[in-house]
């Protein structure tokens, strides 16, 4: 059963670039789609984070 994950990335004034769900199988399923999501959109060196339904932080990166 997918699970719905969010994806956010700010810049550092705090001004969200990206703020976006998608779903995913499992906690490790959503790291890559996150970290793809993140590549394609050229964010990876942006700040940004991953939660999980259950509020885990998956990826984060400041």
Not at 4 to 26: I, M, Q, R
Not at 39 to 54: F, L, M
Request: aromatic share 8%; charged share 30%; with cysteine.
């Amino acid at each position: 059963m997918s699970k719905l994950y969010k994806l956010t990335v700010f810049e550092p004034s705090g001004e969200k670039l990206l703020d976006e769900s998608f779903t995913a199988e499992n906690d490790e399923n959503a790291k890559e789609l996150g970290q793809k999501l993140l590549t394609e959109k050229n964010y990876q060196d942006h700040t940004h984070r991953c939660i999980s339904p259950a509020g885990a932080l998956l990826l984060f990166h400041r």
